[in-house]
């Protein structure tokens, strides 16, 4: 039998459970460690889900990597008689849709457009002149990316500098080169790959190792669309930010410049010095004979016994931009370079002044 003092001390924990909801202090107890393990468990599911997010993107990437494996080599006919050769056009950094108002420098998308042509055009009357003596039998056109300036290049930046939004120029970019490709499709008689990289500025980071930076590239969108209305066209569009080409034994491998490693340093008086060690280390991988970049607005061009090193200029000319980077001002330009597929090397390479 309970004494009277426990069956008061159980009718005032009957009226405290009604008081609290039904909840009585034991239950508070047990309900509080019940919330610390649910806050524990929910901490340990958020962790594994960022353990799969990241998992996933490594998946990504790999599938990513598979699709784009290297493309077939562009074959070199076996003639007999003239030498062979085929050609590079660099196309980047025109940053076409800027408005530039400095006393050395006057570029706006009119100006843009017609300093384009001109670099196309000028191509095409050097591709007739080697044909003399040598047979043309290739044409690689590299498209390098950094046509937008408010998109993939600084990603809202420079927007006091073009007076539309990124979709606006996206669209406006795309005309342009639809004009363009058209132009050269008239004058062009050989075969023509284009081989596109990306040229977001993520730098180094995982995105763009990993290639998912191309997702939201808005040069990659233009490429694309490109591709479909030129399906003659040879098309390779590289979703990461290095592109390889090989036409008959010659591999080139494309970059935009992005890469921290990639930088040219240039001394004080003025010689342009490449990354010789990374590019090694990277040939080594890659097995190319030219390397390939843009970004700095500089046109050099460089070799060793094993590889040459080709800087492309740019065709907006010199901009605030290239002040505040520290790249040296120079008239606006691209670049088209020559492979000699007897000695299975770089030929000759032409700055084509805009």
Known sequence: MESEEDVDAILDEAEAVLAGNGISGIRSHLNQRERLEIRRLR????????????????????????????????????????????????????????????????????????????????????????????????????????????????????????????????????????????????????????????????????????????????????????????????????????ALSQVGDFRTLFHHGHAKKANVKTTACGLRTPPWRWLSEMQQHHHFKLWVQGHRHTDSFMRTSSMAFSENGCTCGPNGYAYDSGFAPEPPSQSLIYIDHETNTVESRETLFA
């Open 43 to 242: 901490a340990f599911l958020k962790q594994q889900d960022e353990e799969l997010a990241t998992l996933r993107s490594a998946v990504e990437a790999l599938e990513i990597a598979q699709e784009a494996a290297e493309p077939k080599a562009a074959r070199i006919p076996k003639r007999k008689g003239k030498r062979r050769l085929s050609a590079i056009f660099c196309s980047s950094d025109t940053h076409w849709r800027e408005l530039i108002d400095l006393p050395i420098n006057k570029h706006n998308p009119t100006i843009g457009h017609e300093r384009i042509r001109a670099c196309h055009d000028q191509m095409i009357a050097s591709l007739k002149r080697k044909a003399r003596d040598a047979e043309i039998v290739h044409l690689t056109y590299w498209q390098g990316g950094d046509d937008l300036v408010n998109g993939d290049m600084h990603d809202g930046l420079l927007s006091a500098f073009v007076d539309e939004t990124p979709l606006e120029e996206m669209e406006a970019t795309y005309q342009m080169r639809h004009q363009e490709h058209r132009h050269l499709q008239a004058k062009l008689d050989l075969p023509v790959r284009v081989v596109v990289s990306v040229s977001n500025h993520d730098r180094d980071t995982p995105q763009m190792q990993a290639g998912l930076a191309a997702r939201r590239s808005y040069d990659i969108a233009i490429s694309h669309r490109l591709a479909r209305d030129y399906a003659d066209w040879d098309w390779h569009i590289e979703p990461s930010y290095y």
